[in-house]
């Protein structure tokens, strides 16, 4: 098997007495857009600074590119791009000027510079007049494609952007994660997004980790985390009737006597199901065998925030002093 070009084994930190991170175990694969989730103050940012070198574990291990970052911060600079949450740029200096001099300080050929510069300012949607403009002239959406440029000058392998989307309009965040998807698809990039924001995480991410109080309490596809959560009721369907039925219905009774059938739950015209297999069809033909009219049928699909929301209503973590 491939070894994974970000692996954390054990990671763990303390600040003085208080457990930031907590044991942590993860393996990203190369090209993989990973989502790291979780609320304020649950160790993301931590977790982050130990990848890069930037802050030293308790104890474990951060692995990335095969470097230790505690031991070779440098060279793990070299080859991850990282975008903090609050990016800084030389104000008085146009965005062009802004990148060839972060250019420059990574060691790229003064006469390459110029060149590199503007089209990796194109690559993130900067380009003609624009690039001229003085970086404090830059709305919120148009600094993050400048941070986004910076990261990318050095052609890193992995990207790590913490809070990216932060304050960007809507339609700026879908751009956004856009670019990070195409780029990381043409290029076979790494990245490591952490973020609130999760319904677009969970469109642009391949794999999604769940962090709440320095754990990660579950890691995988949106399919997989739902799958191992909802276990009990994989399937679900929701059926609009014309005629609302009672609570306690005799269709209720012979529907709970369906093979598949988990759970049903009657609220005036609509019936939800709940079963171990996809019996959408059986249960269309049960209504409409008895002769009733059917206005919706509603496949219930678990995203991400049922995801989350379960995690947090079932694992209330506590931070303990050791
Ligand atoms: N230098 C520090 N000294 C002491 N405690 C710290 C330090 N840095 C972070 N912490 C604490 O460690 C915990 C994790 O912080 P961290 O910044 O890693 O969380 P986060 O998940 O990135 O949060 P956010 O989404 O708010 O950025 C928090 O309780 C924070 O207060």
Do not use: W
């Not at 972060?102 to 503007?118: K, Q």
């Not at 996809?278 to 699909?301: D, H, L, M, S």
Request: hydrophobic share 40%; proline share 4%; glycine share 10%.
């Amino acid at each position: 098997m491939e070894k994974p070009i970000i692996n954390l084994d054990g990671l763990t930190k303390y600040y003085g007495s208080f457990k930031a991170v907590d044991s942590l175990d993860l393996r990203i694969k190369k090209g993989e857009i990973f989502g790291l989730l979780g609320p304020n103050g649950a160790g993301k940012t931590t977790t982050i600074l130990m990848m890069l070198g930037l802050a030293e574990p308790s104890s474990g291990t951060a692995h990335v590119c095969g470097i230790n970052a505690t031991i070779d911060p440098i060279a793990v600079k070299r080859r991850v791009g990282y975008m903090p949450d609050s990016i800084g740029f030389y104000d008085n200096m146009t965005a062009l000027e802004n990148l060839k001099y972060i250019g420059e300080l990574n060691g790229i050929i003064r006469s390459e510079i110029e060149e590199r510069a503007v089209s990796v300012l194109e690559t993130v949607g900067l380009s003609g007049a624009v690039i001229h403009k003085k970086a404090s002239a830059f709305s919120r959406g148009m600094k993050q494609r400048l941070g986004l440029a910076e990261v990318l000058i050095k052609d890193p392998e992995v990207v790590v952007l913490d809070e990216p989307t932060l304050g960007i309009d809507p339609s700026g965040v879908r751009e956004f994660l856009a670019l990070i998807s195409r780029l990381s698809r043409e290029r076979g990039l790494t990245v490591l997004l952490s973020s609130h924001h999760l319904y677009q995480v969970q469109k642009v991410c391949d794999r999604v980790g769940i962090f709440v109080g320095g754990t990660l309490l579950g890691e995988g596809s949106i399919d997989y985390l739902a799958k191992r959560l909802f276990s009990e009721n994989p399937h679900s369907v929701k059926v609009t009737l014309q005629e609302a039925l009672p609570v306690s219905s005799q269709e209720k009774e012979e529907l709970m006597g369906m093979t598949a059938v988990l759970q049903v739950t009657v609220d005036g015209h609509s019936v939800e199901i709940g079963s171990k297999d996809n019996i959408t069809p059986e249960i269309v033909r049960f209504f409409v065998e008895k002769g009733y009219g059917i206005t919706a049928v509603q496949n219930k699909e678990y995203g991400l925030e049922e995801i989350y929301q379960t995690y947090f209503e079932n694992n209330k973590i506590e931070n303990k002093i050791p």
